[in-house]
Every structure is written in C-alpha cells, then in structure tokens.
C-alpha cells in the first residue's frame, strides 16, 4: 500500500482536528519511500524499537507519543532525540504519531481503557471534557479489590501503582484520563465518581483529592497508554491490507 493511502486511512479514524493545539500529531519522520508493506504499532520510539521495527522489515511505526513535540534548533546525534532521527532516516523508516487525537476518539484510549476494565455503561463527562470517561463496576467491588483487578487487566505488577482512598471504600463509579491527567479530578468528583484512575499523580493532587472525598489510582503513564497498541493494531487490520506488528519492547522506565 502506498503510503499516503496508509495515512489516509489512519486519518480518517483519528481526525487531526481532533488534536490539541499544543501537541505534535502526524509525521514525525517522512522519508522517500512511498510503499508501506508492514507497520509496527509502538507506545513511543525508543533505541529498542527502532531495532524492532528493522528485525520485523517494517517500513512505518506508528506510535502514540510524538518523537518531537516543540521545534528542533538542530539534529544531533548526541542528543536523544537527533539519534531516533538520523537512524530512521538512515533506516528509511518513516513514524507517524496520533497523541491526543487518539486520546479523544470515539473508540481511542480512554473508550479502550473502560473495555479493558470491564466496566459497563461508558459515557464521556457530561461537562464535554474528550479526554474524560466514565462507567460503572458490573459488581459491587472494595477500593482494593479493583486494584487487584486493574493490575491483572492491564497485566502491570501493583508495585508500580499508588492508591489514594480507603481500601475498603466500595467502588460504585468510576471516572478515568489515560497518561497524564491529574488535572481533572476535581471534575471527576463534579460527575460523581468514587474512584478516578490516571497517571503522573503527584502529592498535592494526592491532597485535594483526600479532601474532596474522591479515590484515585495512579496505574502509571506507561501502564495507563500501553494498551494502545492492541487497540490501534486492531483498528489498521480491519482498515488496511497491510501486515501489521505489535511492538513487544517493555518500555517501561521504572523498575
């Protein structure tokens, strides 16, 4: 398949419009070869996927982190960054990003997560926030007996989650922002959420959520947007003809 047919499709599913405007969707890397027969999915480009996608022969990684996300003042091998450039250049491997597009999609991260969870009637906030869901457990569940769930769900070990709540509390609703998104619960507690799931909790966050009377499970950036893979794999073997690979590379930071 040609390569701009390739990015059509992806485009058509996960709108650009739909990104925000300080984010970096689209091309990453364009380089001159037009055909795209195999594409790796992959959170982010990293050294070992980009040896990856060179072991599985794939012309195009599509990933759901921007490689670059403000201008470059210069391509420097020394710099991270610069070196993922001139390698896939030099690869002639192209990567296309879809971040907070993907984020927002009908059927994108946050719709994918509550699937993953096994959480039933999954709604968008009533205040229009994209970026927010919500549902509710199929069965009465304790604070931590969903965490024990949440962690088999998202096959990632507990010791990379923190909890803040009462284990004990029964967990009836619950509200979620994949990666990054701290910033909403407050507005999770407005829709009248016992628990918020994100990632990149920090202290004072911690603190407001205690006063406010809300849990919150912190399952990680990485933990959280994982799960992007298999469900952006799943949409390009329905929409295209191409073969498409699953990164396997853990690129889980902590340890």
Same mark, same amino acid.
């Given at each position: 398949?040609? =390569?701009?047919? $390739?990015?059509?499709?992806?485009? !058509? ?9 300080? +984010? /970096? ?25 980009? *040896? ?20 470059? *003042?210069?391509?420097?091998? /020394? ?21 907070? !597009?993907?984020?927002?999609? &009908? @059927?994108?991260?946050? *719709? ?7 959480? /039933? +009637?999954?709604v968008p906030f009533e205040n229009g926030n994209l970026f927010c869901r919500r549902a509710v457990t199929p069965f009465e569940v304790t604070l931590a007996e969903f965490v024990h769930k949440a962690a088999d769900a998202l096959e990632i070990s507990e010791k990379y989650f923190k909890?803040?709540? +009462?284990? %004990? ?9 994949? #990666?990054?998104?701290?910033? $909403? ?6 829709? @009248?959420?016992?628990?918020?799931? %994100?990632? &990149? ?11 406010? @009377? ?5 399952? #990680? ?8 893979? *298999? ?14 690979? =699953? !990164?396997?590379?853990?690129? /889980?930071?902590?340890?």
């Open positions: 398949m040609k =390569k701009n047919k $390739f990015i059509e499709i992806i485009e !058509s599913v996960c709108p650009p419009d739909l990104a925000e405007p300080w +984010d /970096n969707c689209g091309f990453q890397v364009n380089t001159e070869f037009e055909d795209v027969d195999k594409a790796l999915v992959a959170l982010e480009v990293t050294d070992d996927v980009i *040896d990856e996608a060179v072991d599985t022969e794939s012309d195009l990684i599509i990933t759901h982190h921007p490689m670059i996300f403000e201008g470059i *003042d210069k391509i420097d091998h /020394n710099d991270v960054t610069g070196n993922y450039i001139i390698k896939l250049i030099k690869l002639g491997i192209s990567v296309y990003s879809c971040h907070t !597009s993907f984020d927002k999609l &009908d @059927g994108g991260n946050n *719709d994918y997560l509550g699937q993953v969870l096994e959480l /039933n +009637d999954i909890v803040c709540g +009462d284990p %004990t509390r029964t967990i009836y609703s619950v509200g979620w922002c994949t #990666g990054s998104g701290a910033e $909403f619960i407050r507005e999770a507690c407005e829709e @009248g959420c016992d628990l918020f799931i %994100t990632g &990149d909790l920090k202290y004072h966050d911690a603190q407001m959520a205690k006063a406010l @009377g809300i849990c919150v499970l912190d399952a #990680g950036h990485y933990g959280t947007e994982k799960i992007f893979v *298999d469900n952006m794999a799943e949409i390009l073997s329905r929409k295209t003809n191409c073969e498409i690979v =699953k !990164s396997k590379i853990d690129i /889980n930071p902590f340890v």
